[in-house]
Each structure stands twice: as C-alpha cells, then as structure tokens.
C-alpha cells in the first residue's frame, strides 16, 4: 500500500475559516524546540510566513502547466498563449510566489497592491479568504469585498463571480436583499 503525501491545501480544505488556516499553519511551521515555553500564540512574521506558504502551496497546485509557462517566458520573453495568465503579464518574485505585472510598475503604491499575488478561482482557500473579507466589510455588496480582497494583495482570477457566487449562498445577505 503506498501512502499518499501530506498536502496542505488537503488539511486546510478541513477548516471554518481563513484566520484559523493561517493560525494553524504558522503553529506547525514553528522550530520544534523542547526548551521553549508552549505559546499558542503567533507573531504577525510567523503568519505572515504562514500566509507566503500557503499561496504558495496553492499556486503551485491550481497553477501547474502555468508555472512552467512563466519560466519560459523568463527565458524567452513570451508567455504561452494558451495559459490563463496571459493578460496579466505574470512573474515570480523573490519568494516564489506568481505575482500580476503590468504597467502600475511606476507608481507610489506599496508593492503588493501594485503587484498582487495570483490565485485561481476554484481552491478552498480562495472560498475561506472570500469569507474572510466578506465578513470583515460587514456583509457590504460584491463591490466593497472585491475593492478589499484587492487592496489586500490579492488577485484571484474570476473574482467577480466567485464573490457573487458566495454573496448568493449567504444567509444573511439573502435576508437584507
């Protein structure tokens, strides 16, 4: 019988919500150390940490044939045309994560909003981040989560719908319409 491989995105499917998926993935990166006191609590660089390995777990699954397309293209100059990045003109940063590329290149704004990371639509962390924000707007309109969710850093590919999609599974926000 051959064991499968752990996956991340298999234990993160399993939780309610972005903050625990960070939480918890910050705790097992820590260094195990049997001397050190055991806090529960994180620091905001060890979630941060969590937050750059989880999207890059998630890109490297969502985005396969894609990753090997910005490699060429880092070598070529072109991307393939028959990658689903194409129009955003995509690159690896510094921490491996696909990031949009583009014209804002020159601007004042801080780079991860000029440059948000890619995730695709369909994964369970973009669902449990779609939840994240549309909580913390306070179950405003699809507008007000998507302006959020990319001021944040992030660009998930088909946004739009992915926001309606959940805005219209919403309890809540049934109710108020």
């Known amino acids: 019988m051959v064991k499968e491989p752990f996956r991340l995105t298999d234990c993160i499917s399993r939780l309610s919500s972005w903050t625990k998926a960070v939480g918890v993935v910050s705790y097992l990166k820590r260094p195990f150390n049997k001397n050190k006191p055991k806090t529960v609590a994180t620091t905001v660089a060890e979630r941060q940490h969590a937050e750059r390995h989880i999207f890059k777990e998630i890109q490297r699954t969502g985005f396969k044939n894609e990753i090997i397309s910005i490699s060429q293209k880092e070598q070529n100059g072109k991307i393939s045309r028959q990658s689903s990045l194409q129009k955003l003109d995509p690159f690896v940063d510094e921490q491996g994560l696909i990031r949009v590329g583009g014209s804002l290149e020159n601007s004042t704004l801080p780079f ?23 909580n913390k707007v306070k179950h405003q309109e699809k507008g007000m989560i998507m302006n ?11 946004l739009h719908a992915a926001v309606a999609s959940y805005i219209y599974k919403c309890v809540q926000c049934r109710r108020q319409r």
């Open 148 to 158: 959020k969710i990319c001021s944040n850093g992030l660009w998930i590919l088909g």
């Open 112 to 134: 991860q909003v000029k440059h948000p990371v890619v995730l695709p639509r369909s994964s369970q962390v973009t669902n449990l981040i779609t939840d994240h924000f549309h």
